[in-house]
């Protein structure tokens, strides 16, 4: 790992079935219901149907564009899907305007019970611009780590009801 990137991991349970679970994470519309209000992830238009099952593995798919609060552009994500485990597993490793380097591993774990453990991995390293600034790395460190458990609320919510 380069000194200039960061990690985390945030791990959680959901009260569902793994393969109900991996249902919902493999698609736009569960990503952005993961995602919103905080940002929402369009897929580039000739993909548009396609889940994280469907897309290439090794393959680019496109810029994905990421809007803020649901409608302000301000990134995108070159989507590259690298490793693939359907049911179970998979590992995201890709570009941003901002990121020069952007993983991100889910794995999902069935637990006794028809429960699941979702863990997420995700590791990036900021553009210069981003890493030139005293402290701003570890802030986005922070402001993703805090996104990710956003995430895993509203993942466990969906299912709780």
Excluded: Y
């Excluded at 990503?31 to 897929?43: G, L």
């Excluded at 889940?51 to 680019?60: I, K």
């Amino acid at each position: 790992m380069s000194t200039r990137s960061r990690a985390f991991e945030r791990t959680s349970v959901v009260e569902a079935p793994r393969e109900a679970v991996w249902a919902r994470i493999v698609t736009p519309q569960g990503i952005n219901d993961e995602m919103m209000p905080v940002m929402r992830m369009a897929m580039p238009r000739g993909v548009r149907g396609l889940t994280v099952d469907t897309v290439p593995v090794g393959r680019r798919i496109g810029r994905c564009r990421l809007f803020l609060f649901g409608v302000v552009p301000f990134d995108h994500d070159d989507l590259l899907i690298a490793e693939l485990e359907p049911g179970h597993r998979f590992h995201e490793r890709s570009t941003m305007a901002s990121m020069r380097v952007w993983e991100h591993e889910r794995t999902l774990t069935a637990e006794a019970g028809r429960r699941t453990l979702v863990r997420d991995r995700v590791r990036f390293e900021p553009r210069r611009p981003l890493v030139a600034v005293p402290g701003l790395p570890w802030l986005l460190e922070r402001g993703l780590a805090l996104f990710f458990a956003h995430r895993h609320r509203k993942l466990q919510r969906h299912f709780a009801n």
